[in-house]
């Protein structure tokens, strides 16, 4: 075993180039057996083994920074970083996060979640370096999907000049800069050889030992090779931003990368090494379904199949609830950002492919794009994941909003999202989409809910949103609400009240079933529109209370608690004790769903505690 030895970069760099295939070996069945448990990425960390290994042989972090885009595939990286004993708490509960922290390792140069951020950070580390009158590198591992956001681009654009920035384009589904012709493939295949590099090198090493003349050698040897390659070659896309290119590399070849990565060092100025790997190499369900593999909740290892959680769930419901809706309405068009498994919109994508269009990586995009549609008359329905939706917030007020065009935006994962972690947590949604004037923002908890929010969505005039969690349908045990979209659940005249929407529902019925034991009589009062707050209909239903709480499941400031307890305040008169239950202050961790709500205060059993000390403190005074 090398694998359980390496406790620091250092060990890597030790390890003789025959053994470097035996650790890689390893490095996949640890992450198969972790991943399989654990849930997490499997696919992009498997193609990237060869990759990561040479990059700690190469470069020496902490001093060396390596910054990994979305930061999913840097599993391999943890291993190499003195994680390895850890590994198994990977996404669980005070364990090892599935994406890099800063707080969690100094290797860890910069935390990501979303995409194509690495460019840009990399780019602001590197120039920090210089000015501080440091002499490392700076690297930026970038996948191919990341290049359909602009913020790449953005970043790209501002990158020469920079010197000992590194840019790894890991290419394992599609080619960025296609060359033309086969003397281009052939001198692109060329100029990455570890031939070349030795004939270049030497002949450099040569030509500097020659008194006088050997520095305007070496600089005429250049201008003769950049003019030759380019009246036979177009320029690639990188090197028209000025930046130095080598590639395509085979991403499988760690001797190869090695060779690449070391060139791209003593060149010195900005440059970018294109990897051609394969998602999931190395394990063959993975590697003939890489999508499935991309994130995971676990799967077993010997026949490939993949856990699935307990019923269908919300996005999957969505799925055929706007399939039905688009086969009597040919106005309806749905827009994915790169997500469209994820978001329940496959089907959709299959039976309406006129009406389908995944936009890449581009929330910013792919709301503007849907303003346009709706401008025109269509139905727009953007699906995308809260904590995503976050990139579209200027698109939402700006684009949507202020003209009061009819786009809907379904966002999926609302809330807590588990393993996943701080990232991924949808839990700012409310307070930013309530915020907008003319946004209707809705949340349904049940599946009928769902549908007739979807409806009313069509059927609406100006923006609406959608929020819903990641799981399946709770199950109320046989409780039922009356009313609509603000109803009720046990006795109206009892003395304690929970306000509550979405997921909390469910905790808010466990709760009250927790005091009813205790003998203080709850009701629980369930909001499905957010925005417009419909403050009568709330007051009507809480009134007579003695005590009420507000439990939801996103942040405290701006959210729909301290709504009520402003329209309390300004209502004046003899007011109930009130209290919030709502996260505060704190970006939660990962873990299961249950043990976050816990920590931040907002299981039932927390806000069981909560209300009661709220009302006994009422029944002292």
Same mark, same amino acid.
């Given at each position: ?6 406790k620091?970069?250092a ?6 180039r ?8 390893e ?8 991943v399989?448990v ?17 990059l700690?042989r190469?470069f020496?972090?902490p001093?060396?920074k ?25 996404r669980?509960?005070g364990?090892?996060?599935?994406f ?7 290797h860890?140069?910069?935390?990501a ?6 460019i ?12 501080n ?6 690297? !930026? ?29 890991n @290419? ?6 296609p ?26 090493r ?19 090779k ?5 009246r ?19 991403g ?10 070391? $060139?791209?060092?003593?060149?010195g ?25 991309h994130?995971?909740s ?25 399939? @039905? ?22 089907e959709f994508?299959?039976?309406?492919p006129?009406?389908?269009? @995944?936009?890449?990586?581009?929330e910013e995009?792919?709301?503007?794009f849907? /303003?346009?549609?709706?401008? $025109? ?14 990139? !579209? ?13 009819h786009?809907? /935006? ?6 807590? %999202?588990?393993p ?9 949604? %409310?307070?930013?989409? /309530? ?14 809910s769902?549908?007739? /929010? ?15 969690p990641?799981?399946s ?11 609509g ?41 369930r ?35 301290e709504?009520?307890?402003a329209?309390l305040?300004?209502?004046?008169g ?48």
């Amino acid at each position: 075993m090398y694998l359980e030895n390496i406790k620091s970069p250092a060990d890597v760099k030790a390890l003789k180039r025959e053994e470097l295939p035996v650790l890689c070996e390893e490095i996949r069945q640890k992450l198969l057996e972790t991943v399989s448990v654990n849930g997490g990425h499997l696919a992009s960390n498997l193609c990237v083994v060869e990759l990561t290994v040479a990059l700690h042989r190469v470069f020496s972090t902490p001093e060396d920074k390596i910054v990994f885009d979305v930061g999913h595939q840097s599993y391999v990286h943890k291993l190499l970083t003195g994680r390895y004993e850890r590994f198994g708490t990977l996404r669980c509960h005070g364990g090892v996060s599935g994406f890099t922290r800063r707080c969690e390792s100094e290797h860890d140069a910069f935390g990501a979640g979303h995409s194509s951020t690495s460019i840009s950070a990399a780019a602001g580390i590197a120039v920090a370096d210089r000015l501080n009158g440091r002499d490392n590198y700076t690297v !930026a591992v970038v996948g191919d999907g990341a290049f359909t956001g602009g913020m790449i681009y953005e970043a790209i654009n501002n990158c020469a000049g920079i010197d000992r920035l590194i840019i790894i384009l890991n @290419d394992n589904d599609m080619s960025i800069s296609p060359n033309v012709g086969g003397m281009s493939r052939y001198f692109s295949k060329f100029r990455s050889s570890t031939k070349y590099f030795r004939f270049k090198n030497g002949t450099k090493r040569a030509f500097s030992h020659i008194p006088l003349v050997g520095e305007p050698l070496i600089k005429g040897g250049r201008a003769v090779k950049n003019w030759f390659k380019k009246r036979l070659l177009s320029q690639n896309y990188f090197e028209q931003f000025g930046l130095s290119y080598y590639g395509p590399v085979d991403g499988s070849d760690e001797k190869h990368i090695e060779a690449v990565l070391r $060139e791209a060092m003593q060149d010195g100025s900005c440059s970018v090494v294109h990897l051609c790997t394969k998602k999931g190499k190395g394990y063959a369900p993975a590697e003939e379904h890489p999508d499935r593999f991309h994130g995971i909740s676990g799967f077993d290892i010997a026949t490939g199949e993949i856990k699935n959680g307990a019923g269908e769930s919300f996005s999957e419901r969505f799925g055929k609830l706007i399939c @039905d809706r688009a086969e009597k309405d040919g106005r309806i068009a749905a827009i994915t950002a790169a997500m469209p498994d994820g978001t329940g919109l496959c089907e959709f994508a299959q039976r309406f492919p006129q009406r389908f269009f @995944d936009v890449g990586i581009a929330e910013e995009h792919a709301l503007t794009f849907s /303003c346009g549609l709706a401008a $025109e008359g269509m139905v727009p329905v953007f699906a995308v994941y809260s904590t995503f939706m976050q990139r !579209a917030y200027d698109q939402l007020l700006h684009d949507a909003a202020i003209q009061g065009l009819h786009v809907i /935006c379904m966002l999926d994962r609302a809330g807590l %999202v588990g393993p996943d972690g701080a990232t991924h947590h949808g839990i700012f949604d %409310v307070s930013f989409t /309530c915020a907008i004037p003319g946004v209707t923002v809705y949340s349904p908890d049940t599946f009928d809910s769902l549908e007739e /929010c979807f409806d009313k969505a069509l059927a609406a005039e100006g923006p609406v949103v959608i929020r819903y969690p990641k799981d399946s349908e709770p199950d109320y045990g046989g409780k039922v609400f009356r009313g609509g979209e603000t109803a009720v659940c046990g006795d109206e005249d009892a003395p304690c009240a929970i306000i509550t929407y979405g997921r909390m529902t469910e905790n808010a019925l466990c709760a009250a079933d927790a005091l009813e034991a205790r003998g203080i009589k709850t009701k629980v009062i369930r909001l499905t529109k957010l925005s417009p707050l419909p403050k009568e209909e709330i007051f009507a239903l809480a009134g007579g209370a003695k005590a009420l709480l507000t439990l939801e499941e996103g942040i405290e400031a701006g959210g729909i608690g301290e709504r009520i307890g402003a329209l309390l305040a300004e209502r004046g008169g003899k007011a109930p004790a009130y209290g919030i239950a709502a996260i505060n202050g704190v970006f939660p961790s990962h873990g299961k769903n249950a043990e976050l709500f816990d920590e931040l205060g907002i299981s039932a059993e927390k806000a069981a505690q909560k209300l009661r000390a709220l009302y006994e403190s009422n029944n002292e005074t």
